[in-house]
Every structure is written in C-alpha cells, then in structure tokens.
C-alpha cells in the first residue's frame, strides 16, 4: 500500500514563501512521475507542476519563473519551493504520482494523490 503525504503548507502574506514536501511510502518499486495540483473552492483542481524520473520539470503558465519542484529520488520525496505568492495561490495543494509496487500478485502501476495540504496567501 502506497502512502503520498504532503507537509509545509500555512499560511503566508503576499510575496512570501513556502516550500511544500511530498513524501512516498510503501511497497515501492519505481516511481514513473511526480507532480503537484491544487485547488481552489469551486474550482477543479489544477495541475502545477511535475517532475518525471531523469526528465526536465514542467509548470502551468500560472507558476513559471515563481514556484519550482525537485525531488529526493532516494528518499521518494519531491519538494515545491513557491515564491512571490499570491493572493490567486491560495489553494489545496495536492501531490501526485505514479508508481509501481510489488503486490502478491505481481507488480501494480497505479496513480495515487496524497491528502492536500492548504497554503493561503493574505495579509
């Protein structure tokens, strides 16, 4: 059983900076991707950014050039460092991966979402 847990989210004032961590736990045999999400009330939820295994981080136009992800491949965390938040980035943000497990069945590719965590941005 698979486990994504987010950390680091809070509350900040216009400009300031957060860095949020997504940490993977369980049975895990390889990790395919990673990325992060929010969202917003009575919105859907957004995709942000993501991190594919040896590949180039991409990011939603909303967050270039403010936010950048990275990750900790021996450890199964990947980290968002957001800076010069905005108002607008106030949201659930949520991580996201795909990864294959050892079951007893045989190996399992799955796409599993971590709890969210709530980052608000107000003075």
């Known amino acids: 059983q698979v486990q994504l847990v987010e950390s680091g989210g809070g509350l900040v004032q216009p400009g300031g900076s957060l860095r949020l961590s997504c940490a993977a736990s369980g049975s895990i045999l390889s990790i395919q991707a990673m990325g992060w999400y929010r969202r917003t009330p009575g919105k859907q939820r957004e995709w942000i950014a993501s991190?594919?295994?040896?590949?180039?981080?991409d990011y939603a136009d909303a967050v270039k050039g403010r936010f950048t992800i990275s990750g900790n491949n021996a450890e199964n965390t990947i980290y968002l460092q957001m800076n010069d938040l905005k108002p607008e980035d106030t949201a659930v943000y949520y991580c996201?991966?795909?990864?294959?497990?050892?079951?007893?069945?045989?190996?399992?590719?799955?796409?599993?979402w971590g709890q969210g965590t709530q980052v608000t941005v107000s003075s």
């Open positions: 996201n991966a795909d990864i294959t497990t050892a079951q007893a069945v045989g190996t399992i590719a799955a796409n599993y």
């Open positions: 991190l594919p295994p040896g590949g180039t981080p």
